[in-house]
């Protein structure tokens, strides 16, 4: 299935949030991401919402609907810049501590706090490279996983 | 000179008269009292309800009939919980509405208050915005931005909350101005380009049809498509919130279309080659399902809402404006052009004439509906506003009244809220003294708010009412005998509990009955001379009287039954 990224630029008032997310569940959209934070405008939030080609129509103008939704950029597919942060804490023993750490920094990952068992990680990129390092790392325990959301924007080219 | 400082309470209610309200409609309580007592001293008309869910419905009939702002007042928690249903029901058919809410005060909210509800979280689904208000200061202003989102655009309901303290709080009144508001901005003006693409397919069309709804009778636009139509020679359908929209009895007027519209509508939009839908969102209740609908047909789709556009059915030409902006581009861009539509107009008419609308009243059988209904409009008056509840009493009235006006037809055509009948017409009488006002309802329905028959006897609103009592949940017990094999279950009321006259005696209106057809010319003439008080006609109906035509829900519209015969092609 192919996927769409929606830009959305929002008042920042309360409940904005709330808004968005209701619309979308009571509409029934595919949501695969979607994610939230302040903007260089004040008063400004941007949200990255990543949804299905086929639901994206509808979800462009249902959320066009509410008030607080200022403008809703659909992202080039071909040209846009993508990246998402992930929180990977790993467990690890004396035998395996070495390798893991090793694998994780050449996935590009950084290692944030390591403990006698456990190592985190710290890793941004697309979700295709967090999710390649998390198939990675499953082999060794994971302990808890979290990632930010994706957000995206468009290049100039 | 320093301006006087004024309580959040004063500024709701200057705010009000501002925006020039002159009727609000509310149940007063806790936290939205502080409002009330600005109230005494002005001149706006404050109609008391009985139900929260009433005022609601007086302020939608209020609106509908006007084709303005109606405003409803209510109090926190089970005031705007209560409220809901209406709101709901104002969104779902575009009505303009403003509902004031009292809320805790803003310290306690959120800690379970005594009578605290989240409205704003509550109604987030159910009104068109809403607003939360945090300061006395904003009030004026946020009024006036609640009435602009509110009438402009899709109409719809706005509710405003605010919490008691800042109803007590002193703020300077700032003369609210219309300001842009940034997320905001309705495409009224129909884009050149594309009436163009829609004048090219309308002159290649052998079959054109106009499939009309509400947006004409937001839009006001009754005037342009009449000329429209007659001009080019093309036939309309009006949908239910659409009837009105173009008159009935006009060569061209083929009305409703549907899962109960007659057979010539439902069918001409199946044989059509082109559909010009404007100010309508293919309802499931008059696509039945949309893979069978108007399948040789292309498509011009008109909204002011582009959500409505290519959500149910994609549109050759989808083309967002205000219906008038729309239908005047039109008519300009198809300046002298002259349509063909004589045969197809003809087969219409055959159509017509193979399959009228029929209903027989035996001379001494149970009074039917239609029988009913065909009387009381030759003794109405032209303007008379008719007001309906849900079921088969409202799809009766559909086929079988004669509307010639917009905003002379209010029901609950979306959300299908039984116990809006009768509260919006007290609205809509409210609205308009002088002209008649009837509210035809079910037995059913008339039960869910009859006690604002009350509001209407104590607030010297005359309307008249026709129930129309089957004993039954008569819609119910039409898809009983069609889809569960007769199995009545919990839809039969009976005939005779309430006693609808005394009822009505006792809540300080007129009641009289008929129960067969040599009454109802006398009853009627009764009911229509009194005029100082509300009527209550019990009009005592056949319970086995079935809604036809009828296509069952998901069904083709190409197989109509027609009849209990016809039950057997399902
Ligand atoms: C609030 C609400 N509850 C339930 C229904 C489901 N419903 C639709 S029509 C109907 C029966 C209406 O009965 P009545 O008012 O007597 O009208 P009739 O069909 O008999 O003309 C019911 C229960 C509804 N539309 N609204
Ligand atoms: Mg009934």
Known sequence: MSERILSVLVEDKPGVLARISSTISRRGFNINSLSVGPTNIDGRSKMTIVTELESVEQVKKQLNKLINVIKIVELDPDNTIESEVLLMKVSINKDSQTSVIEKANLSGAKSVDVGQDYAVFELTGTSKELKKFENLMKPFGIIEMIRGGRIAIQSNL | ?570
């Open chain 2, 1 to 570: 000179m320093e301006e006087k400082l004024l309580s959040g309470a004063e500024l709701v209610i200057r705010g009000l008269e501002h925006l020039k309200v002159s009727t609000i409609f509310g149940v007063p309580g806790g936290a939205i009292l502080p409002a009330y007592d600005p109230l005494y001293d002005s001149p706006i008309r404050h109609i008391l309800a009985r139900h929260e869910q009433g005022s609601g419905h007086m302020a939608e009939g209020y609106a509908q009939a006007t084709g303005e702002l109606g405003v409803v007042i209510a109090t926190s928690g089970p005031g705007a919980t209560n409220l809901i249903t209406s709101l709901n029901n104002a969104l779902m058919d575009s009505t303009p509405l403003l509902a004031i809410t009292g809320q805790v005060a803003t310290e306690a909210i959120g800690n379970d208050a005594f009578q605290e509800a989240y409205t704003v979280g509550l109604t987030m689904a159910a009104t068109k915005h809403n607003y939360l208000i945090t300061d006395a200061s904003e009030i004026p202003q946020v009024l006036l931005e609640a009435k602009h989102i509110a009438t402009t655009g899709r109409p719809g309901p706005v509710l405003v909350d605010i919490p008691k303290d800042i109803l007590n709080q002193k703020a300077k009144w700032i003369e609210p101005k219309l300001v842009d508001l940034p997320g905001y901005k309705p495409t009224l003006d129909a884009n050149p380009k594309m009436i163009q693409q829609a004048v090219n397919l309308i002159k290649d069309s052998k079959k054109p049809l106009l499939y009309v709804g509400g947006g004409i009778i937001h839009s006001k636009a009754n005037i342009e498509l009449f000329d429209l139509a007659q001009k080019f020679n093309i036939p309309v359908v009006t949908t239910l919130m659409g009837r009105g929209a173009f008159p009935d009895g006009h060569e061209l007027c083929l009305g409703m279309p549907g899962m109960h519209g007659n057979y010539t509508a439902t069918t001409s939009i199946q044989n059509s080659d082109l559909l010009i839908a404007i100010g309508v969102r293919f309802d499931d209740r008059v696509t039945a399902n949309p893979k069978f609908f108007a399948q040789n047909a292309k498509v011009i789709h008109a909204d002011i809402d582009p959500a409505e556009i290519g959500k149910v059915r994609d549109a050759e030409v989808p083309i967002v404006g205000d219906a008038k902006s729309v239908i005047k581009g039109l008519i300009d861009k198809l300046g002298d052009t002259k349509l063909e539509t004589s045969n197809w107009i003809q087969e219409i008419n055959e159509m017509r004439e193979s399959y009228p609308l029929t209903f027989t009243q035996d001379e001494d059988g149970p009074l039917k509906v239609p029988y009913v209904l065909e009387e009381l409009q030759k003794m109405s008056e032209d303007d008379s506003i008719v007001v309906s509840g849900v079921g088969q009493h409202q799809m009766w009235i559909s086929l079988h009244w004669k509307f010639t006006k917009p905003n002379t037809w209010l029901n609950s055509g979306g959300l299908g809220t039984m116990g809006y009948s009768l509260p919006a017409a007290i609205g809509a009488k409210a609205a308009y003294p002088d002209r008649q006002v009837l509210s035809l309802d079910g037995d059913g329905c008339f039960q869910m708010t009859c006690q604002e028959l009350i509001t209407a006897s104590t607030e010297n609103i005359p309307l008249k009412i026709v129930v129309f009592n089957n004993g039954n949940h008569g819609m119910v017990r039409q898809w009983q005998k069609i889809f569960y094999k007769n199995r009545f279950s919990a839809s039969e009321l009976t005939h005779h509990t309430p006693d609808y006259v005394k009822l009505a005696e006792a809540m300080g209106a007129v009641g009289l009955r008929m129960e067969q057809k040599s009454e109802v010319k006398d009853v009627f003439e009764k009911m229509l001379e009194i005029n100082d008080k509300p009527v209550l006609v019990d009009c005592v109906v056949d319970p086995d009287d079935m809604v036809f035509p009828m296509v069952p829900a998901g069904g083709s519209n190409d197989v109509i039954i027609l009849n209990e015969e016809d039950l057997k092609k399902i």
